[in-house]
């Protein structure tokens, strides 16, 4: 959970150029927020905290309600949705 691997691939996706404060802002106007958490117990209750008991992260949930838990699922939405690096 905490400083997962996985995590780390999300975060050399993410394109820096559409941060704006605390928030990413692609295409259409979609947003994302990222939430850190530095211990495990921390990870569950924010987890919990929007309805996700029981998940590992990454998880993304989506506004229509899809919950994307799989890293490439995350990698693709991030990309079809203009908040990853343009490839080189």
């Known amino acids: 959970m905490y400083n997962c691997a996985d995590c780390v691939k999300l975060k050399a996706v993410l394109n820096p150029e ?8 692609g ?6 927020h990222i939430i ?8 569950r209750a924010v987890l919990a905290s929007f309805g996700l008991e029981g998940k590992f992260t990454p998880v993304l949930k989506v506004y229509n309600g ?3 838990e799989d890293v490439e699922s995350i990698i693709k939405y991030l990309e079809d949705n ?7």
Do not use: K, R
């Not at 559409?18 to 802002?25: S, T």
């Open 36 to 43: 850190y958490t530095f211990s495990n117990d921390a990870t």
């Open 66 to 68: 899809e919950i994307l």
């Open 27 to 32: 295409t259409n106007g979609h947003q994302i």
């Open 18 to 25: 559409v941060m704006f404060e605390d928030e990413f802002v």
């Open 82 to 88: 203009g908040f990853a690096s343009p490839a080189p």
